[in-house]
């Protein structure tokens, strides 16, 4: 059974970090994709970043620049380093895993299909 644990969220000033975890039972990551996602209160879930088993890595336009996507296959956990943070990435974090598919869609919540719990990430002074 496929189990995603993420931890790391928190409050956060603007312009602070976080960093995000996500560590895996019953499955391996590294030979899957990977996302995080995020969803604010009346807003659809949406792609944050996605790295693949090959280690390539996405981000949404949004987050280019300021989060970092990247794994530790011996910990079998997909981290997410969240700098320069704004009000606007408050939302709650979710990640994901997927069978390696089209490259298109990795930033598309629809299909991936073993989610984690989710994390709160709140930025505000």
């Known amino acids: 059974q496929v189990q995603l644990v993420e931890s790391g969220g928190g409050l956060v000033q603007p312009g602070g970090s976080l960093r995000l975890s996500c560590t895996a039972s019953g499955v391996t990551l590294d030979t899957r994709t990977t996302g995080w996602f995020r969803q604010a209160p009346g807003k659809e879930r949406e792609g944050v970043s996605a790295?693949?088993?090959?280690?390539?890595?996405y981000y949404a336009d949004s987050v280019k620049g300021r989060f970092t996507i990247s794994r530790d296959n011996a910990k079998n956990t997909v981290y997410l380093q969240m700098n320069s943070l704004k009000p606007e990435d408050t939302a709650v974090y979710y990640c994901?895993?997927?069978?390696?598919?089209?490259?298109?869609?990795?930033?598309?919540?629809?299909?991936?299909?073993?989610w984690g719990q989710g994390t709160q990430v709140t930025v505000s002074s």
């Open positions: 790295i693949s088993s090959g280690r390539r890595t």
């Open positions: 994901a895993t997927r069978p390696t598919g089209v490259v298109t869609t990795v930033l598309t919540p629809r299909t991936y299909n073993n």
